[in-house]
């Protein structure tokens, strides 16, 4: 049973770093694209990080490019999404997510399988 958790959500002030973690389990982590996304109460769902499973190759939209950093450690199932620089902007729900494709910011169609989310709360 594929399996996604996140974790390393919380409040932090406009400014700040957050560093979310997401852990797998129940496939082979190896074999596929990873992305994050996040949603804000009333907004559309973003995909905000994604990374290839061939050989690590990242894409951000606009909106976090040189702010956010997303890694992935094969050997310890799990991917990394380092959030610097927050804004009000940047509170939501993210989720990490198995995809279909990497080849440029994520799309809600990439979303193969995905966690529960972790809450971000950006403070004034």
């Known amino acids: 049973q594929v399996q996604l958790v996140e974790s390393g959500g919380g409040l932090v002030q406009t400014g700040g770093s957050l560093r979310l973690s997401c852990v797998a389990s129940?496939?082979?982590?190896?074999?596929?694209?990873l992305g994050w996304y996040r949603q804000a109460p009333g907004k559309e769902r973003e995909g905000v990080a994604c990374?290839?499973?061939?050989?690590?190759?990242?894409y951000y939209p606009d909106s976090v490019k040189s702010r956010f950093t997303v890694s992935r450690d094969n050997a310890k199932n799990t991917m990394y999404l380092q959030m610097n620089s927050l804004r009000p902007g940047d509170p939501g729900i993210y989720y990490c997510?198995?995809?279909?494709?990497?080849?440029?910011?994520?799309?809600?169609?990439?979303?193969?399988?995905w966690g529960k989310g972790a809450t971000v709360i950006v403070s004034s």
């Open positions: 990374i290839s499973v061939s050989d690590n190759k990242t």
């Open positions: 997510a198995t995809l279909r494709r990497c080849a440029g910011p994520p799309a809600d169609y990439d979303m193969d399988h």
């Open positions: 129940g496939f082979t982590w190896d074999r596929y694209h």
